[in-house]
């Protein structure tokens, strides 16, 4: 397909679980963000990718969230040990990089929800 | 202090007619951007228009425009001859910092959104 994809789209966890959602982007996407987006607000950076290089990992709510992209396309965005208020839907973003229209690609999300 | 606020949690609007979702920022950054989005319930965000803060004219983008007032901080998006699929929620987000083409990247700072109903 031509745009972001995720999956899984839905993930029901029990707690103290491990979680990998992954992020397929655009092809040839230079840029990749994850962000969390908890019921009633709007998303929430959570780390950032230039090729393979994370370059901002600012975001990420505590040391069980581990995200990766070692080859510089596909993401996988971990969440070690789940608590219940990880519960939200994590979005993938992908951008051409230094373009100057600025338009980042979201993908579909992936709704995480912890028992 | 909040960033972004939509003071709008909700908006309805009749079919064909326009109808402006309001946006305030807060940053002491001179290069900054502002987006906004569109998300129906399916959830995919949809880029809608995009202001650099240096841009000297309003964005248009087909039937959305934004209202940029750079002294009050405020970038509302005019949305004109609503349709039914126009229902949605609206974020407004920001970039701090200079664009992709200089060196920086798009970090965006959400706000809560404004629910829009589009009636017939």
């Known amino acids: 397909g031509a745009g972001v994809s995720q999956s899984p789209r839905y993930k029901v966890a029990k707690r103290g679980q491990d979680v990998a959602l992954r992020c397929d982007p655009i092809s040839g996407h230079v840029s990749l963000f994850w962000y969390q987006q908890a019921l009633g607000q709007g998303p929430e950076f959570l780390t950032y990718?230039?090729?393979?290089?994370?370059?901002?990992k600012s975001g990420l709510p505590s040391d069980r969230f581990f995200a990766e992209r070692p080859e510089g396309s596909v993401s996988t965005l971990k969440i070690q040990r789940t608590q219940q208020e990880d519960s939200a839907v994590y979005l993938c973003a992908s951008s051409k990089g230094a373009d100057l229209y600025n338009e980042q690609f979201f993908g579909p999300g992936t709704r995480l929800t912890v028992l | 202090a909040q960033k972004i606020t939509q003071t709008q949690p909700g908006m309805f609007v009749q079919e064909k007619e326009a109808v402006t979702l309001d946006c305030t920022y807060d940053t002491s950054d001179p290069s900054y951007g502002l987006f906004w989005y569109k998300q129906p319930s399916s959830g995919e965000m949809i880029f809608l228009i995009y202001?650099?803060?240096?841009?000297?004219q309003n964005a248009t983008e087909g039937r959305y425009s934004l209202n940029f007032q750079k002294a009050r901080k405020s970038a509302n998006l005019v949305i004109s001859a609503s349709q039914l699929g126009d229902s949605a929620m609206y974020f407004c987000a920001m970039r701090e910092g200079p664009p992709p083409a200089r060196g920086g990247y798009n970090k965006l700072i959400f706000g809560a959104g404004t629910r829009l109903a589009v009636h017939p």
């Open positions: 202001q650099g803060s240096y841009d000297q």
């Open positions: 990718f230039q090729n393979e290089a994370q370059l901002d």
